[in-house]
Structure formats: C-alpha cells, structure tokens
C-alpha cells in the first residue's frame, strides 16, 4: 500500500506562482508513475501532469505547458508541482496520484484547493 499527502494549495493572485508537494509513504518501491490531476466545481477531474515516479518523461497537458513544473526529491519520496503565472482557470483541487502499472492510478491523495483570484 502507499499513502499520499498533498499540500501547498492556498490562495493567490492571478500571475503569482504556487508549489504543491505530494509526499508518498509505504511500499514506494512498487511506483511505476506518478501524476497530477485537477477539479474544478463542475467539472471532470482533469490529467495536469505526469512521468514515471524516478522523474523521467514528464508530460503535461496543453493548459499548464510552459508554466508547470514537475520535480521531486527521491530521498524524501516526495513530488512537487511548481505552477508559475497562474490564472484564475487553474481554479481547482489538484490531486496527486500514483500506480504501479503504466496508465493506472491506484493510489490518491486527499486534495489540495488552489483558488487563483482576478
């Protein structure tokens, strides 16, 4: 089993920059990949973001390229999103999430709420 943690959401100002962390504990040897994800009120939950858990082949959705950054500190088993220049369409509960199998996603974190005010 694996656990996950996110943090770091909060309030902003449009064009303010934001990190979120997503801290894994339990079996993380088992990750194949990690990836995040984003709701906003009345809408489907939305990929943002995702790689393989060593960091490798990071990918990101068309509206956040350029402006989120995916890292992560392996001695820490933890993930960061960094989102730079930020507008009030990135709106949303950002979800961490994690599997063991390529595409699949069985681990989730609690949310965090990012609120991006004009």
């Known amino acids: 089993q694996v656990q996950l943690v996110e943090s770091g959401g909060g309030l902003v100002q449009a064009g303010d920059s934001l990190t979120l962390s997503c801290v894994a504990s339990?079996?993380?040897?088992?990750?194949?990949?990690m990836a995040w994800f984003r709701q906003a009120p009345g809408k489907e939950r939305e990929f943002v973001a995702g790689?393989?858990?060593?960091?490798?082949?990071?990918r990101y959705s068309d509206s956040v390229k350029g402006r989120f950054t995916m890292s992560g500190d392996n001695a820490k088993s933890t993930r960061y999103l960094r989102m730079d220049n930020l507008t009030p369409e990135d709106t949303a509960v950002y979800f961490c999430?994690?599997?063991?199998?390529?595409?699949?996603?069985?681990?989730w974190g609690q949310g965090t709420q990012v609120t991006v005010s004009s």
């Open positions: 790689g393989l858990w060593s960091g490798h082949g990071t």
């Open positions: 339990g079996h993380t040897f088992s990750l194949y990949g």
């Open positions: 999430a994690a599997g063991r199998t390529k595409g699949a996603f069985q681990y």
